[in-house]
């Protein structure tokens, strides 16, 4: 009798190890499923790369978005580079590229603003080579 008992407590035990794990499960989907629900109601303003491609014009040292107006560079040398070599050569965010918004990126939900930093594909105006989308 005693080996039937030591058995069936073995039994009882594994059940109660499998009900821990049922527990958890679910669990963890219900505090995923609550974090995606509140991720929904924060957004985060997509940044500008570092790579993306800008116009500098030496005359003024202001850097434009490929999309800039053609007054902004009227009689002006020009030529295409890198934000960061921009920034890097002390070149300042032309003011009316800025107000128009042409540096600021796409909102978006928290939710896809982490799954893009995993590699996930999402709304951008800059691809991951810094060319401009739009």
Request: aromatic letters at 14%; glycine letters at 8%.
């Amino acid at each position: 009798m005693g080996g039937f008992t030591a058995y069936f407590r073995w039994d009882l035990r594994d059940l109660a190890m499998g009900k821990k794990y049922q527990i958890l499960t679910v669990t963890l989907i219900g505090l995923f499923l609550v974090a995606f629900l509140l991720s929904i109601y924060i957004t985060v303003e997509e940044e500008i790369p570092s790579n993306a491609v800008v116009v500098v014009t030496h005359e003024d040292k202001l850097y434009h978005s490929i999309h800039f107006d053609s007054i902004c560079l009227a009689q002006k040398t020009a030529r295409p580079t890198t934000l960061e070599e921009a920034k890097g050569k002390g070149y300042r965010p032309d003011p009316h590229c800025q107000s128009l918004g042409y540096f600021r990126g796409n909102k978006r939900f928290l939710f896809y603003h982490l799954l893009s930093k995993v590699g996930f594909g999402a709304n951008s105006r800059w691809d991951k080579h810094g060319n401009w989308l739009w």
